[in-house]
């Protein structure tokens, strides 16, 4: 069975400083892992996709198979980053039968 | 455009009473998805529409859950002699295919009393 582990229910940073956001999964084939964020008052939307290898809003994430992590990361916080963000996983053939974490609440501080 | 739309936002109902949350997608989004958000978890897959059939129901947690799209477009989650259990925020979302990015729904927060 697949899973995605999210460690941190709520990580807060200040404004400025480096953000990393863990994921890690387990499935054993070869996963494809993506970034949801879901801001105050509004609809769970993609961010970022290990497949499309980009950067979103700042955000970058790298998929280390060696270790079965997807953490997300940015290298200065913003106090719009403030939001809830998931981690989920497709499996190969899966489509967007997604399997999502339990989800890490990012809190930037002035 | 107007993205996914679910009503409604709130349903309040009493425990063993029948409910139906509606889902109205993208324009022309072939694919249609129920997810559902207990508290504090991540969404977890129930059921996949492409066009007018469910071609992946394997999230469902049992017989009391159904959900149709007969025109291929709207979809209706329908729950049977609800159960505290269920409630939850249930999410909607859409896309053009099984593979291109979700679009969600603001859900339906279902509190069953």
């Known amino acids: 069975a697949q899973r995605v582990t999210q460690p941190e229910k709520l990580l807060s940073v200040f404004k400025g400083a480096p953000v990393e956001l863990k994921c890690n999964y387990s499935?054993?084939?070869?996963?494809?892992l993506f970034w949801y964020v879901q801001y105050s008052r509004q609809r769970l939307q993609l961010l970022l996709r290990?497949?499309s290898r980009e950067s979103i809003k700042g955000f970058t994430a790298d998929l280390n198979k060696g270790e079965t992590s997807f953490h997300l990361k940015k290298p200065f916080a913003q106090e719009e980053d403030s939001a809830m963000y998931y981690c989920a996983l497709r499996s190969a053939g899966g489509g967007n039968k997604l399997t999502f974490g339990t989800g890490t609440q990012l809190k930037v501080e002035l | 455009g107007a993205g996914v739309s679910q009503t409604p936002s709130n349903k309040v109902t009493e425990k063993g009473k029948y409910v139906e949350l509606r889902c109205d997608p993208i324009s022309g989004h072939t694919a249609l998805y129920w997810y559902r958000q207990s508290l504090g978890q991540g969404p977890e897959f129930l059921i996949y529409?492409?066009?007018?059939?469910?071609?992946?129901d394997s999230g469902l947690p049992n017989d009391r859950f159904f959900a149709v799209r007969p025109e291929g477009s709207v979809s209706t989650l329908k729950i049977q002699r609800t159960e505290r259990g269920d409630s939850a925020m249930y999410l909607c979302?859409?896309?053009?295919?099984?593979?291109?990015?979700?679009?969600f729904g603001n859900g339906t927060r279902l509190t069953v009393t």
């Open positions: 529409f492409q066009g007018t059939g469910a071609a992946d």
């Open positions: 290990h497949i």
């Open positions: 499935y054993s084939g070869s996963p494809e």
């Open positions: 979302a859409s896309s053009w295919d099984h593979n291109s990015p979700l679009h």
